[in-house]
């Protein structure tokens, strides 16, 4: 038995309707779920790595989490870019550029996005520093609000690495969008970096003219 088909058989074993049902209120009924809660899921996902970890090779976990995408339930989506992250961390290629964006934009909602946003393009571009002024332009340039939203928050996880003038020119960029969740990724962008630089993201929001939920998002920290 293989990965996919023994944590398919997992999840359908332990699906809960009641669960199912609140969680995908919760995610506004876009996906179904199994209704498997995340300290359970990672303990299955857990138990399964450690039963087919030599199968999990580069090549074969981009396989496994390009055909978990493709399925409907939400789980699989979390365990997709899970195992990218632990088993790609480090060993991305530079073409995994386009299979991260295929990540971003597809089956796409904030609490995939921002996972992907901070754990693999962020990770990527670490690797592959040349690499952030292509992406990121292309991201934030394009039309698709999830991959603006990554160009955004690619650099949460990069505290004094941070490039402080790419984040400010990016919130720029967007700062007159209505889009709830651009105005949310700006003000988290800022405020993760205040904890390394208040002063210097103070001064930004203080001449900026943000909405005022990015605004407000953004200062939390410091007022």
């Given at each position: 038995?293989?990965?996919?088909?023994?944590?398919?058989?997992?999840?359908?074993k332990?699906?809960?309707?009641?669960?199912?049902?609140?969680?995908?209120?919760?995610?506004?009924?876009?996906?179904?779920?199994?209704?498997?809660?995340?300290?359970?899921?990672?303990?299955?996902?857990?138990?399964?790595?450690?039963?087919?970890?030599?199968q999990?090779?580069?090549?074969?976990?981009?396989?496994?989490?390009?055909?978990?995408?493709?399925?409907?339930?939400?789980?699989?989506?979390?365990?997709a870019?899970?195992?990218?992250?632990?088993?790609?961390?480090?060993?991305?290629?530079?073409s995994?550029?386009?299979?991260i964006?295929?990540?971003?934009?597809?089956?796409?909602?904030?609490?995939?996005?921002?996972?992907?946003?901070?754990?693999?393009?962020?990770?990527?571009?670490?690797?592959?520093?040349?690499?952030?002024?292509?992406?990121?332009n292309?991201?934030?340039?394009?039309?698709?609000?999830?991959?603006?939203?990554?160009?955004?928050?690619?650099?949460?996880?990069?505290?004094?690495?941070?490039?402080?003038?790419?984040?400010?020119?990016?919130?720029?960029?967007?700062?007159?969008?209505?889009?709830?969740?651009?105005?949310?990724?700006?003000?988290?962008?800022?405020?993760?970096?205040?904890?390394?630089?208040?002063?210097?993201?103070?001064?930004?929001?203080?001449?900026?003219?943000?909405?005022?939920?990015?605004?407000?998002?953004?200062?939390?920290?410091?007022?």
């Open positions: 038995m293989d990965f996919i088909t023994s944590l398919l058989l997992k999840f359908e332990q699906a809960n309707e009641t669960e199912a049902k609140a969680m995908k209120v919760y995610l506004k009924n876009l996906f179904p779920l199994y209704g498997i809660k995340a300290p359970i899921r990672k303990a299955f996902l857990k138990e399964l790595i450690n039963d087919f970890k030599d999990l090779t580069r090549n074969n976990v981009i396989e496994i989490a390009t055909i978990l995408y493709q399925k409907p339930q939400r789980e699989l989506h979390y365990c870019i899970e195992i990218v992250d632990r088993f790609i961390k480090k060993k991305y290629e530079i995994d550029i386009d299979f964006k295929k990540l971003i934009i597809t089956n796409s909602w904030w609490d995939s996005v921002d996972f992907i946003a901070k754990h693999i393009l962020g990770n990527y571009l670490l690797q592959y520093p040349d690499q952030i002024q292509t992406v990121v292309t991201f934030s340039s394009s039309k698709n609000m999830w991959l603006n939203r990554s160009a955004i928050l690619f650099q949460l996880g990069y505290k004094d690495k941070t490039n402080a003038t790419l984040l400010f020119s990016l919130c720029d960029q967007h700062k007159f969008s209505d889009k709830f969740f651009i105005k949310k990724a700006i003000g988290w962008a800022l405020r993760e970096y205040s904890k390394v630089n208040p002063e210097s993201v103070k001064h930004y929001v203080s001449q900026a003219k943000l909405k005022p939920l990015s605004q407000k998002e953004a200062l939390k920290r410091i007022l």
